[in-house]
């Protein structure tokens, strides 16, 4: 790994490295994959050509960021160590999202495999492993570890930790898309206006490790500029710089980019923004209508739209009316 020349455009096209067991693995899971979606439609079912072409779009990004010079001058190059990140926990963990493998697998795998989804998708387990008080500290904790302290340092130093960080990658970044883009079959549903606020949370820490690697004067991994060889390459401080701003602006960029998707899925089911999901709206109701059903605005709340303007003030009236041994008005005398 010491003493890597200074990149050439000969050395970028063909300084590609082999990782046979990533390799297999992918290979494995893309003829499974493969297998399930000509089984499904076989079957009679419908699996949409845009699903898989996400799922070569991951493969691909995996191969970049583990086999490409990518990779080579990522032990060398702090920023470009930085791109790989990138790749490996926003990138490549959005196209596996979007590619739907856990819905494949149950619609394409017979009838056995679609009770084993079912039950592991409805587990509290799952449940527990794809919630954002889950994933967004898991992400956060990735992130800033990873970066702000000596890890860097010593997974330039031992090859174990750099494969334990770009799995601990792949993973985090998973867990944390699951529930919030696309439809992927993960057993629970956030609304969309909570998913673009995870979003948006989860650029905190992507903010905090880049304004902090471009502000700092103390070198977090001399190892990078230690692995080339003399004469080439920006100074520890300048490469550090250059991976901080890589990480707040591509990072927050791409956070950004994935908001703008989750809002143009909001606007095509047609939930807007009135709905907070199941277990805020259910909150939201019954602050607004207590806990019982009360009549004389609507003669009872079960069916009630309480993003009616109107409807939920006559409820709220009705409810307080109640709650001080009135008798309700009518709707007419109450807008009187």
């Known amino acids: 790994m010491t003493g890597i020349p200074a990149p050439t455009w000969s050395s970028v096209l063909t300084s590609w490295t082999a990782t046979p067991i990533p390799w297999v ?24 050509i845009w699903r898989t072409l996400c ?26 160590h930085m791109i790989v990140h990138l790749l490996m926990i926003m990138v490549a963990p959005a ?13 394409g795998g017979g009838a056995r495999m679609r009770s084993a989804v ?11 492993l794809t ?10 904790a990735v992130i800033v570890t990873t970066h702000l302290t000596g890890f860097q340092q010593a997974m330039l130093q031992n090859m174990w930790l750099h494969d334990l ?23 629970r549903t956030l609304a969309y206006p909570l998913r673009i606020g995870v979003l948006g949370l989860t650029m905190g820490p992507d903010t905090l490790v880049g304004v902090t690697l471009m502000m700092t004067d103390k070198v977090l991994a001399p190892a990078f500029a230690e692995g080339r060889m003399m004469g080439w390459g920006p100074s520890p401080l300048s490469d550090q710089s250059a991976a901080g701003a890589i990480m707040w602006f591509a990072g927050d960029g791409l956070m950004m980019v994935l908001m703008v998707v989750v809002g143009f899925q909001m606007i095509r089911s047609g939930n807007g923004m009135h709905s907070l999901g ?57 807008r009187d």
């Open 25 to 48: 693995l992918m290979a494995l899971a893309t003829i499974g994959y493969a297998v399930l979606v000509v089984r499904l439609r076989r079957s009679g079912g419908h699996w949409s």
């Open 55 to 80: 799922w070569v779009a991951a493969m691909v990004v995996l191969v970049l960021a583990l086999n490409s010079a990518l990779a080579r001058y990522s032990m060398v190059l702090f920023w470009v």
């Open 95 to 107: 196209f596996l999202v979007a590619a739907q493998p856990i819905r494949l697998l149950r619609d």
């Open 118 to 128: 079912d039950r592991v998708v409805g587990s509290k387990v799952w449940r527990y």
């Open 131 to 140: 919630s954002p008080a889950l994933t967004v500290p898991l992400y956060t």
């Open 165 to 187: 960080e770009l799995v601990l990658y792949l993973v985090s970044g998973y867990l944390l898309f699951l529930p919030l883009i696309g439809d992927e079959l993960i057993g």
């Open 278 to 334: 199941p277990w805020l709206d259910g909150i939201r109701r019954q602050a607004t209508l207590g806990d019982a059903p009360v009549g004389g605005a609507s003669g009872g709340d079960a069916d009630l739209d309480i993003d009616d303007e109107q409807s939920a003030l006559d409820a709220y009236n009705a409810r307080l009316a109640a709650m001080h041994g009135l008798p309700p008005k009518p709707r007419d005398a109450e």
